[in-house]
């Protein structure tokens, strides 16, 4: 399993921005997917977002263009920045390494998670 570190979480006011970084304790091929995920309290694991390789990306429905992710092949990385952040974007977001797409989240490795929170 590869380890996940994690950085970026914190408390912001809504309309605020984060950016969320993700690095690998190892090296990473482009086949494998690099992404976040997100849980908020009484609610399920939901996609935020991820990325292939070659920067093919999905995002999740609720994002609506508000956040960006990135990847550095080179550092075995992977950025989430965040923008307009409401308060329904509050939850622990997890970082997510998985074989392919096709491959399900759960059978790749998971970072410990970072808060995110957003109020006033």
């Known amino acids: 399993q590869m380890q996940l570190v994690e950085s970026g979480g914190g408390l912001v006011q809504p309309g605020g921005s984060l950016r969320l970084s993700c690095a690998a304790s190892?090296?990473?091929?482009?086949?494998?997917?690099m992404g976040w995920y997100r849980q908020a309290p009484g609610k399920q694991r939901e996609l935020v977002a991820d990325?292939?390789?070659?920067?093919?990306?999905d995002y999740g429905d609720f994002v609506k263009g508000r956040f960006t992710i990135s990847r550095d092949n080179a550092k075995n990385a992977v950025s989430l920045r965040m923008n307009s952040l409401q308060p329904e974007d509050t939850g622990v977001y997890y970082c997510?390494?998985?074989?392919?797409?096709?491959?399900?989240?759960?059978?790749?490795?998971w970072g410990q998670g970072t808060q995110v929170t957003v109020s006033s």
């Open positions: 190892g090296n990473i091929f482009s086949w494998n997917i």
């Open positions: 997510n390494l998985r074989a392919d797409r096709r491959a399900p989240a759960d059978s790749g490795s």
């Open positions: 990325i292939g390789g070659f920067g093919s990306a």
